[in-house]
């Protein structure tokens, strides 16, 4: 578990919790954070492949860097650092860019 | 189509302060965010900010942004997970991520507050996940309290570097290491020192060769390099660690300033390509206005600075009204702000907009230690950063930060009464307390201390130097909480070592046995001497130690000498225990057994 349970400085913000899916798999989030931040709580750090096939982590946490790209709800391309975990969400790892329809 | 006088482009704080100068003055101002909650990059602080208290000196950067946040009136709108994707002549495209739909705002007056991203540097394996900026580390940690590892290294020292690795240690991780490619440290001192105290190891003149790792990483590599920052082949050396941050600087983030005709120029004492501006932060376009990371990195609190001054600016043009006296003593604060040596780049990129001014500080450090035998604060504040909070905190007027907030405080020490306020209040965490004799034998020292656990009175501790290194074992005699989270923790060391403990650590006592079979642990044993069990049959009687199946050969010894270690007796002087049959159990049954035989 990678959940900061004490800390000298902050409190818990929430404890309420919402139900969202990775790859199919049911996970607990905490009501508010993001979709990274309950991944990477989760224990997931592999968000995606590359076009070249290498493995996908997240890099800058607040929308910047486009490293955290994965389908949410179907929709391809979604900053998951930036986007706010949901009751019932689905998500998925991206390969490459998916396939985007313009 | 959506009208406003004022647009600000980013709610961190440069924009929120923007916003809040603007609409006390009347301005229809909308915010517009990418993120999920407004703030920027001042909701993942922890740590408490420096500067005077007209610019929350000594307030955690977290608490900031809920203040800053409280300021904003009803003439300002805030459009969160929104970002502006492009700026044209008439209009302005926002993206709602919400509703998954764009619309157009037209503005009077854009203020730019965007921030900046960061600096991605290139090495092996730089794309594993694992691989973090130091930013996103502490977003995740300080934001959501998630820790994405065990194990850290930190690439870089400067204040980001240093503060996100004394941040990881206040979460509960390991810094196996920072390193940094020049041959000094980039940072503040006294942040340097807040994680130098807790051991963790600087390496000067290295840099990341590469990430190890499948999926994601499990090691790092770092080498030794020249002068001329190449690697030394054959000084590699291999780090186990399961996460690796990134705190290598930040580049502005000028792409809306550039598509909307501001000059952008290349200042590398700024950051790299930034936006031209004026004093007022005004860009060569007219309405157009930056402030905050976005036209020069420096800290949260010029940023905040910038801000005001560009909304006042903004608010002057609007309402007509006479801004210029909030505008100039702003002005001033900036001045005195960048007057110290940390901002000498700062003010040499500047000088390529506009004239610099220079004030001057103190530089002389306080050499008088104080008397002897006093309770008094000890200040290790050796550079000229801009803060004060020690001289505004103190009750008595014993600290005094001569001329401007640039100087290095004195400490009168004829008036100082030794209540430890100051000690709580730096935001370097640089002073401590000490008194000598304070009993036969012992010297006090007063820490700082944010990490957890708290140790509690009475408690024994490991001292820790300035280094992290083990000095002596010290006992806790008071603990003083307050409510900002920096604790005052008292100890009593050895006398000679006031001087030198600057730390501590608390003993790892979970699980630490003495006697197997009675399940009596180190720490029971402690305790009961501390209240007064203070021989082997007490301690028998007490605890039950000694009384189980193996009558005591396993833990007698033990015992004694932590009798011995703990009173300061030697161990001819403690009463060894009564030895009564039978030395091995033995069962009444057999006894009768026995007996029954003679018969």
Excluded at chain 2, 122 to 147: H, I, K, R, S
Excluded at chain 2, 327 to 346: C, D, H, T, Y
Excluded at chain 2, 368 to 388: A, Q
Excluded at chain 2, 571 to 578: R, S
Aim: glycine share 10%; aromatic share 8%.
């Amino acid at each position: 578990m990678r959940r900061i349970l004490e800390h000298p400085i902050l409190k818990r913000r929430s404890t309420r919790t919402v139900k969202f899916y990775f790859e199919g798999k049911e996970l607990e989030a905490l009501e508010g954070e993001t979709v990274a931040a309950a991944l990477i709580a989760n224990g997931i750090d592999v968000f995606g492949e590359t076009e070249r096939g290498r493995p996908k982590g997240f890099f800058c946490a607040i929308g910047k860097c486009s490293s955290c790209l994965m389908i949410v709800d179907g929709e391809p391309n979604v900053r998951v650092c930036i986007t706010p975990v949901k009751e019932g969400m689905k998500v998925q790892r991206q390969f490459g860019r998916s396939d985007v329809s313009w | 189509m959506v009208r406003t006088q004022l647009l600000v482009v980013g709610g961190g704080p440069a924009g929120l302060c923007g916003a809040i100068e603007a609409s006390r003055r009347g301005v229809e101002t909308l915010i517009a965010d990418e993120g999920v909650e407004l703030g920027g990059q001042l909701v993942k602080q922890t740590h408490k900010f420096f500067g005077h208290e007209g610019f929350f000196a000594s307030v955690r950067g977290f608490e900031i942004a809920k203040r800053l946040k409280d300021q904003l009136n009803e003439h300002v709108k805030i459009m969160l997970q929104t970002t502006v994707v492009g700026i044209y002549e008439d209009v302005v495209v926002l993206y709602d991520r919400q509703s998954d739909a764009t619309f157009e705002v037209q503005a009077d007056y854009i203020l730019l507050a965007t921030g900046a991203s960061e600096r991605f540097i290139q090495f092996e394996n730089n794309d594993l996940p694992g691989v973090y900026g130091a930013g996103a580390v502490q977003t995740l940690m300080n934001q959501f309290m998630v820790l994405p590892g065990k194990r850290f290294l930190m690439v870089g020292s400067g204040n980001i570097g240093l503060i996100v690795s004394y941040q990881l240690l206040q979460a509960g991780a390991e810094v196996a290491a920072i390193v940094e490619i020049a041959d000094k440290v980039g940072g503040y001192d006294v942040h340097l020192r807040k994680v130098k105290r807790f051991g963790v190891p600087i390496l000067l003149r290295h840099t990341i060769e590469k990430a190890l790792g499948k999926e994601r990483v499990t090691g790092a590599v770092v080498v030794q390099v020249d002068e001329n920052f190449q690697p030394i082949e054959g000084t590699e050396k291999e780090f186990a660690v399961d996460a690796i941050c990134i705190a290598t600087g930040l580049v502005p983030s000028v792409e809306l300033a550039a598509m909307a005709n501001v000059k952008i120029e290349y200042v590398p004492e700024l950051g790299g390509f930034v936006p031209y501006r004026d004093q007022n932060m005004r860009t060569n376009v007219e309405n157009i206005f930056i402030a905050g990371d976005l036209s020069g990195i420096e800290e949260a609190t010029t940023a905040m600075i910038e801000g005001r001054i560009a909304g006042l600016t903004i608010a002057q043009s609007i309402t007509k009204m006479d801004l210029s006296k909030e505008i100039e003593s702003l002005q001033n604060e900036l001045v005195e702000f960048r007057a110290g040596p940390f901002s000498e780049k700062v003010r040499k990129g500047l000088s390529k907009f506009f004239p610099q001014r220079l004030v001057e500080y103190s530089r002389e450090p306080q050499t008088d230690t104080g008397p002897i035998g006093k309770l008094r604060p000890i200040i290790e504040c050796y550079e000229n950063i801009p803060c004060n909070p020690c001289q505004t905190s103190c009750p008595t007027g014993a600290i005094e930060v001569p001329k401007n907030i640039n100087s290095l405080p004195r400490i009168d020490y004829e008036k100082c009464t030794g209540c430890g306020i100051c000690v709580s209040k730096c935001p370097g965490l640089a002073i401590f307390m000490v008194q000598e004799n304070v009993e036969q034998g012992f010297d006090l020292v007063v820490v700082p201390y944010e990490m957890l656990p708290l140790p509690e009175k009475g408690e024994r501790v490991v001292a820790l130097s300035r280094d992290g290194k083990q000095l002596c074992e010290a006992q806790v005699v008071k603990v003083v909480r307050f409510p900002h989270m920096t604790n005052l923790v008292h100890l009593k060391v050895p006398s000679g070592f006031a001087t030198q403990v600057r730390n501590f650590r608390v003993k790892k006592r979970e699980n630490v046995f003495v006697c197997k079979c009675e399940e009596v642990t180190l720490e029971e044993i402690e305790k009961a001497i501390d209240l007064g069990f203070t021989d082997y049959e007490e301690l028998r009687r007490y605890l039950r130690i000694g009384m189980g199946m193996c009558g005591g050969r396993t833990c007698r010894a033990s015992v004694l000498s932590i009798l011995s270690r703990r009173l300061g007796k030697s161990p001819e002087e403690l009463l060894k225990g009564h030895f009564r049959p039978p030395i091995m159990p033995t069962k009444f049954e057999s006894i009768l057994r026995g007996e029954s035989n003679e018969v």
